[in-house]
């Protein structure tokens, strides 16, 4: 079997600094049990298409004025705490939809996902929807193999099952791509904002027959963005077509975006580093009026808070001779900056700690 990849990565750009390092997805961000999140899906108009956005790099995806549907709770479970945890031996995680409904695709309900992962890469097992339909792939769709970049792609990766719907056996075939093909600040409702963002585009091309017969034939191409935190999208987008070159082909589309708590959204605020003694936090993100900071040193240092705009032209300057090891905060008042992408530098000693933001 091929492997299919994924890849997240980000970078800080600007002329007047050297590039930082570029995250890459690592076994550091495998989905484990125990982990909680909100579901939100996108309300899309009958006749509207939500558009993806453009592909490069240090892009920002601006999806904050979407329209917001329903919200769910979804947590992170040990399959053997599922009704279905049998059916899936080899998977070591579940992602569980906990409304009634599930999470709505074009074509389903879904109530639990079920993954497999492993020090390289984590495989779909398969899904068991709300009514019952339980899909347990015997050739899995392998994804998210690590390390992975930006620029990077694969595919295809076979996958196959055979499953019982209402007591007829069907078979699923097809195949799966991938690439990534952007990566930089993703924008979402409720004020949510997730730097060092990598977009993929996933592709699957598979028949759905039963004795012997033909029935349907499915194309969807989705766009996911992942974090290096946490191997589940921040958001997808997805467009599924049936039965494509027909008379009468059938296209649907759906989103989510997600939510993440505790740990993860402790992992996700932080920002990249190449500071080894010191951290920095700012909200919120994106900026309206005031930007708060926060950091924290762990012994007596010099300190420089400095702020650049999108050339690299020089804003803002503090700096605080000598402060005391602990905790430390200060507001930096955005009310006369023009809208757009700034660059909040924190230098303690020969270090430094640099977050993107955007004032709006």
Known sequence: MKKLCTLVCCCLLLSNFSQAQTPILTDAGNLEPGNSMNIHTVDIADGETLNQGPSGADIIWDFSDVAVGTSQAASTLVPGQTPHGDEFPDADVAVYFQNEGGLQTSSASVAYMYYSTENSFISTDGIANTVGVVINYSDPKEHLLYPFTYGSATGPDDFSAVFDVSGTAVSEIGTVSASADGYGTLLLPEGLSYEGVLRLRITENYEQSADGFVFATIQTETYAW????????????????????????????????????????????????????????????????????????????????????????LVYNKQNAAQTAGNHSTQIDFNNYSTGMYIIELIVNDQRDIHKVIKQ
Do not use: K, W
């Open 226 to 313: 992942y974090h290096p935190c946490f191997s589940f999208p921040l958001l997808t987008v997805s467009t599924e077509v049936v039965n494509p070159g027909s008379v009468n082909p059938v296209t649907g589309q759906y989103a989510f975006f997600t939510q993440v708590e505790g740990s993860i959204a402790a992992c996700m605020s932080v920002g990249i580093s190449d500071a080894g003694d010191f951290s920095l936090s700012t909200y919120p993100n994106p900026i309206v009026n005031i930007a708060n900071i926060n950091y924290q040193i762990d012994r007596y240092s010099d300190v420089q808070l400095n702020v650049f705009n999108s050339v690299g032209q």
